[in-house]
């Protein structure tokens, strides 16, 4: 079965820090990589992909993957209360119709 | 661009009754559509998903069915709705692997 593991959090960083969130997958043979953001009562939107090893930057977010380890992170720069969601990662399988999420890992940025 | 229409945002209904949630997509064709469900405080639970038009694939046994009766359309329904059938309910769609899942809005579904 394939699975993508996140700690569930919260995790508590402080306005302005750097927010490390991570995810683990178990099919070796996954290909595309996301990250989503989703606040209280609304649906998640997709904020990052990845689909090769190394970091992928795009403004105050950096996802970073290592498919030999089968991890994949989301770094957040300069974080802001705004930032406070719960995120998910998610994770393709080879032929690319399916994808399965994690749990998710609420984020909260206190001011 | 691309949209997807998901329509009630909010529904309260009574045990036993019927239902049925709807989702459109605009701007593309032949997409990968998907219901999900989120229990409150949970992660996500795929439900259904259909890669064309009368093609319907079922994760989770349930009370729930689904249909595709057009390429853009995707429908949600139960005869008689359970307390556990409670939750937020998301579809979604998607063309390809390099680009994942766009959700629509969401319906927050309360069975009384």
């Known amino acids: 079965q394939k699975e993508v593991e996140q700690n569930s959090g919260p995790l508590s960083v402080p306005e302005g820090a750097i927010a490390s969130l991570n995810c683990t997958y178990s099919d070796r043979v996954s290909q595309s990589f996301f990250w989503y953001r989703q606040y209280s009562g609304k649906s998640p939107e997709l904020i990052m992909s990845i689909y090769s090893n190394g970091d992928k930057e795009d403004g105050r977010f950096t996802a970073q993957l290592n498919k030999a380890s089968q991890y994949v992170s989301l770094l957040i720069r300069d974080s802001q209360p705004s930032d406070s969601a719960t995120y998910l990662c998610?994770?393709?399988?080879?032929?690319?119709?399916?994808?399965?999420f994690g749990g998710g890992t609420r984020l909260m940025v206190k001011p | 661009s691309q949209t997807i229409h998901q329509w009630p945002a909010t529904l309260v209904q009574p045990v036993g009754s019927p239902l049925s949630l709807e989702c459109t997509v605009e701007?593309?064709?032949?997409?990968?559509l998907y219901w999900y469900r989120q229990a409150a405080g949970r992660g996500l639970q795929l439900l259904f998903y259909?890669?064309?038009?009368?093609?319907i694939s079922s994760e989770v046994p349930q009370n729930l069915s689904a249909s595709r009766p057009q390429d853009r359309q995707f429908i949600l329904s139960s005869k008689k709705l359970l307390l556990s059938d409670s939750g937020f309910y998301l579809c979604a769609w998607s063309v390809g692997r390099a680009y994942g899942y766009t959700f629509g809005s969401g319906t927050r579904l309360t069975v009384v």
């Open positions: 998610a994770v393709t399988d080879n032929a690319g119709n399916m994808l399965t």
């Open positions: 259909s890669v064309g038009i009368g093609q």
């Open positions: 701007g593309t064709s032949n997409p990968n």
